[in-house]
């Protein structure tokens, strides 16, 4: 097992990483009378149950309160509606919840454990690639609303990160796929290496390689959040190729899933970084074809106008004005006295969407 730290004062957690680590976990340590396992449809099949019974074999009691798998769920109405289950089942401030699944549960749940009378406990148990490199970790909770995606959330740390590679084997292919999409992220904003790891792997990625590239950007996120937990610098880096991808995730009302978002954001907004000089046209058209070979969508032809008035409501956005992390190679981003995001005039942006 490989152990890594969010530190946060206070509030700092560890990340566990391995093979099978849930089921030699103590949830007694966390000293909570009970656990509310929050998962969705999907994983609540594969899953919960054997939680559930871990859970019993500790002592401690325990409830699933499911709802059902997408992004669509990402709502305020999911997390009210989880919230008035928990009462009604008698979960009080004492109470632990468990968010086990993909970065949507991580999100709600994470969301719900920071108002449920007025806060309480949680951990975290991600079940997706994506969800282990990345949404599990930080304390970014959230919800969608038809304006945007995340436009309502809070930062919200967890107790802990339990990263189980086992749950991997059972996530279907295109599921790697849009975990893989974050990696390219990293790969492009901070660890050139990552970067040639993937390049090298990405059609053999077996329990080391996935094990290695988890602890990997683990090990790059927690450095960035300990740096910087409210995102007012570096830890805006992370939302490269995001700005483009969450208004494209809105405009098509989440039928492109995140990573598929993510990596049209990200040639889209490498283009931008090209235009203006900064990302060279060989570095660029690297992270094009690694986006490619992967097989993750690098085309795509919207309304220009309506994801510019969509990305002007984003958070990044300053009177406006749609901000981007510019690359300047693979491996590094545009940085100027602690800025991290730059606005960049529309015809630029048009131009990146052609
Ligand atoms: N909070 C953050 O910092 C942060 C960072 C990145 C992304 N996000 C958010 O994460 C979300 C995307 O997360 P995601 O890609 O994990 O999507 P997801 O949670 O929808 O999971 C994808 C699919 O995989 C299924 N699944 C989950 N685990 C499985 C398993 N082990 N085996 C089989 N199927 C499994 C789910 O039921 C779902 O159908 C987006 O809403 C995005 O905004 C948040
Ligand atoms: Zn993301």
Redesign the pocket.
């Known amino acids: 097992m490989v152990e890594i730290i969010v530190n946060l004062e206070k509030n700092s957690y560890p990340i566990k990483i391995g093979m099978g680590i849930v089921a030699e976990e103590n949830f007694n340590k966390f000293g909570c009378g009970k656990c509310a396992i929050i998962t969705?449809s999907?994983?609540e099949k594969?899953y919960a149950k054997d939680l559930e019974k871990k859970l019993n074999q500790e002592g401690l009691f325990s409830k699933v309160f499911s709802f059902p798998?997408?992004?669509k769920s990402?709502t305020f109405a999911t997390v009210i509606s989880l919230g008035r289950k928990m009462i009604k089942s008698g979960f009080d401030r004492k109470s632990l919840i468990i968010a086990l699944?993909?970065?949507?549960?991580?999100?709600v749940a994470g969301f719900l454990a920071s108002i449920y009378e007025r806060g309480i406990k949680f951990i975290q148990i991600p079940?997706?690639l994506?969800?282990q490199i990345?949404?599990s970790i930080?304390g970014?909770?959230g919800v969608d609303v038809p304006e945007g995606?995340?436009l309502f959330g809070t930062f919200y740390q967890p107790l802990e990160v339990m990263t189980d590679i086992n749950?991997?084997a059972?996530?279907?292919k295109k599921?790697i796929k849009?975990g893989l999409a974050?990696l390219i992220k990293y790969g492009m904003i901070k660890d050139s290496r990552l970067f040639e790891f993937l390049r090298n792997n990405y059609s053999n990625l077996g329990e080391k390689e996935l094990a290695e590239i988890i602890e990997k950007a683990s090990g790059i996120k927690a450095a960035i959040v300990s740096k910087d937990e409210k995102e007012s610098g570096e830890r805006t880096i992370l939302n490269y190729g995001h700005t483009i991808g969450h208004a494209i995730e809105t405009i098509e009302n989440y039928r492109i899933?995140?990573?598929e978002a993510v990596a049209l954001g990200m040639v889209c907004e490498g283009k931008i970084s090209n235009t203006l000089g900064l990302l060279s046209a060989a570095d660029l058209k690297k992270q094009i074809e690694l986006i490619r070979l992967i097989g993750l969508p690098v085309n795509y032809c919207g309304n220009t106008d309506k994801l510019i008035e969509i990305m002007r409501r984003d958070k990044k956005a300053q009177a406006g004005n749609p901000h981007f992390v510019l690359p300047i190679k693979i491996g590094a981003v545009k940085n100027e006295e602690n800025k991290f995001a730059f606005a960049v005039k529309e015809n630029i942006i048009i131009k990146s969407l052609k």
């Open positions: 969705d999907n994983v594969l798998a997408g992004e990402k699944g993909g970065g949507v549960v991580g999100d079940t997706t994506l969800a990345d949404s930080g970014k909770t995606k995340n749950f991997l059972t996530l279907p599921e849009n974050e899933s995140h990573g």
